[in-house]
């Protein structure tokens, strides 16, 4: 079956532009998330979402991130006056519930912020 | 916050040999999961190794598990070129959300 997939796959913005970065879990997935990854680093949580339930934003690095999943499947990352900071690979994930279950992850869209 | 750290950094070998790589964590888990990246890109899944379990094959990997000294190694045998990528470790310590390490480099040279 189809795996995670996310667009762009590459995104060059000027800094003080908005973005939006698109995942699409695989299907059937209840449990969602976004990762960060800067240069050879690890990654970084941003968001989950499980369900229905409200989104933990604990790992939102400031509040020009946000994040909405809509009808419990596709989800969108929003980074609003970009930074040259935010540059980074931006990684989704789905899991068929949450906790223990394994994360499978999406090819990732590469931000560039000029 | 980081909790699994991989260890070396970087590993340099031949194709045909034997790759071992070692990840530490701090706090208590439910399970560790050994990812593989492959230009920066997606990860990969390659293994999960829940907490009751000591040793777990796939394949041409072997991963352990010590609880008692928060460790685990990847085993990684017969190595072959298609092999080079980083290698992550991730750890659900505080719930849901994995916490990755910084990664080990593989290099494997025909």
């Known amino acids: 079956g189809a795996g995670v997939s996310q667009s762009p796959s590459n995104k060059v913005t000027e800094k003080g532009k908005d973005v939006e970065l698109r995942c699409d879990p695989i299907s059937g997935h209840t449990a969602l998330y976004w990762y960060r990854q800067s240069l050879g680093q690890g990654l970084e949580f941003l968001i989950y979402?499980?369900?229905?339930?409200?989104?933990?934003k604990s790992g939102l690095p400031s509040d020009r991130f946000s994040a909405e999943r809509t009808g419990g499947s596709v989800s969108t990352l929003t980074i609003q006056r970009t930074q040259q900071e935010d540059s980074a690979v931006y990684l989704c994930a789905s899991s068929l519930a949450s906790g223990t279950d394994t994360q499978y992850f999406g090819p990732g869209t590469r931000l560039t912020v000029l | 916050s980081q909790q699994g750290e991989e260890d070396p950094q970087a590993l340099s070998i031949q194709e045909g040999e034997n790759a071992t790589m070692n990840c530490s964590y701090k706090?208590?888990?439910?399970?560790l999961q050994w990812y593989r990246q492959n230009s920066g890109r997606g990860l990969v899944h390659l293994i999960l190794i829940r907490s009751n379990e000591r040793e777990k094959h796939s394949g041409r990997l072997r991963v352990t598990l010590d609880t008692s000294k928060k460790s685990s190694s990847l085993l990684i045998t017969a190595s072959r070129a298609a092999d080079t990528a980083s290698y992550f470790c991730a750890t659900d310590g505080s719930g849901y959300a994995l916490n990755f390490g910084k990664g080990t480099s593989l290099l494997v040279t025909p």
């Open positions: 706090t208590s888990i439910n399970n």
């Open positions: 979402f499980q369900g229905n339930s409200a989104p933990d």
